[in-house]
Nanobody, 119 residues
Framework: QVQLVESGGGLVQAGESLRLSCLAS????????MGWFRRVPGKEREFVAS????????HYAGSRKGRLIISIDNAKNTLHLQMNNLKPEDTAVYYC????????????WGQGTQVTVSS
């Protein structure tokens, strides 16, 4: 199975950018479709973005589309999420996740990285 470790979170001001990374180990990331999710305290975890195993297809939550770029670096076994023009409502813990290509649900999750955007 694959292990996922996120990094790149932090405290930024509104309008700034962050690039989150998710390093996979144990198996090659190209075995999976990958996604980013987020959770705000007291709310359900929500979908942010996903990308197919070969990078050919990406999907974004409608509310943030245009400010996000998801990418996959198979050579480095790493998933990225570029977040631009950050807003205070982007504050959350961000998780990366992996699912087998024929799976309907995500099978593996990282521990999360905190993103805090101040106004």
């Amino acid at each position: 199975q694959v292990q996922l470790v996120e990094s790149g979170g932090g405290l930024v001001q509104a309008g700034e950018s962050l690039r989150l990374s998710c390093l996979a180990s144990g198996r090659t990331i190209s075995s999976y479709d990958m996604g980013w999710f987020r959770r705000v305290p007291g709310k359900e975890r929500e979908f942010v973005a996903s990308i197919s195993w070969n990078g050919d297809s990406a999907h974004y939550a409608g509310s943030r589309k245009g400010r996000l770029i998801i990418s996959i670096d198979n050579a480095k076994n790493t998933l990225h999420l570029q977040m631009n023009n950050l807003k205070p409502e982007d504050t959350a813990v961000y998780y990366c996740a992996a699912k087998y290509r024929d799976s309907a649900t995500y099978d593996y999750w990282g521990q999360g990285t905190q993103v805090t955007v101040s106004s």
